[in-house]
């Protein structure tokens, strides 16, 4: 494919914009039945580890209501709902509706999970609502970070943490911006059929916000606490933040 005719394919990375929101749509609504199994092969399965990470992250209690932006296929909720108990509730929200009809298959029969269809810039929720609020590996993807992040502080309560968990452009992992950049959308095209998709993801990392500036990001919304870190030699970092006290 030349690169005229792959970037007719592909959202551009650095565009902001409806057209690149859905064409992000159109990529995951297409590899959604593969996806997990994708992030198995991608990650080597250190994506469990992250994610139970990222939800440590949370300190949520029994009880409590979570919610999961850009949930996906709604494998991060299975992290959050052994945290919040039978008692509390996990809300998922995605815009994929593919990627949500593997989330409500797998979730079928568990009463405090709600899924949703919905723009992670403008969430269907009242302010205050949730105890935490968490996105992972799906902030590279939104065309205006600051909103999505605002969205998240708003809709959490007063003393609530938010986090975003995601891929970092400046790994210090010898080799992993060769993994990304060819390795990555060898194993998308082979398992997935899909090798364009798994290009924009490589290239929307590179494109991505550098831990720091992801930490000057959530300060900028309002959020006190912030702690930013990286895993995996820098190949992934993590990102929380307090809703202040009123």
């Not at 996990?90 to 990627?99: I, K, P, R, T, Y």
């Not at 269809?117 to 799906?138: K, V």
């Not at 959020?223 to 933040?241: D, F, H, I, P, R």
Request: proline share 6%.
């Amino acid at each position: 494919m030349t690169e005229r005719s792959l970037s007719s394919v592909l959202p551009n990375p650095s565009q902001s914009s409806t057209n690149k929101a859905s064409q992000v749509q159109d990529m995951f609504n297409r590899i959604a039945g593969t996806y997990d199994t994708l992030n198995d092969w991608i990650s080597m399965g250190f994506h469990k580890q992250w994610k139970h990470a990222a939800c440590r992250k949370l300190q949520l209690k029994p009880g409590m209501k979570a919610l999961d932006v850009c949930t996906g296929t709604g494998d991060l909720i299975g992290y959050l709902l052994p945290l919040v108990g039978a008692g509390g509730t996990v809300d998922g929200l995605d815009f994929s509706e593919n990627m949500l009809s593997h989330a409500r298959q797998r979730y079928q029969n568990q009463p405090n999970v709600t899924l949703t269809q919905g723009d992670a810039l403008a969430l269907p929720y009242p302010d205050d609502y949730f105890d935490a609020a968490i996105i992972s590996f799906g902030l590279r993807n939104v065309t205006d970070i600051p909103q999505a992040l605002r969205e998240m502080r708003r809709v959490i309560k007063p003393g609530g943490w938010m986090v975003n968990l995601d891929t970092s452009p400046t790994p210090l992992l010898p080799g992993m911006n060769f993994y990304f950049s060819k390795i990555m959308p060898l194993i998308g095209g082979a398992l997935a059929k899909d090798s364009q998709a798994y290009q924009y993801l490589s290239e929307s990392t590179q494109h991505f916000l550098t831990p720091a500036q992801l930490k000057e990001a959530f300060e900028a919304v309002g959020c006190a606490q912030v702690s930013s870190e990286t895993l995996m030699l820098g190949s992934v970092s993590l990102q929380a933040g307090q809703k202040s006290l009123r």
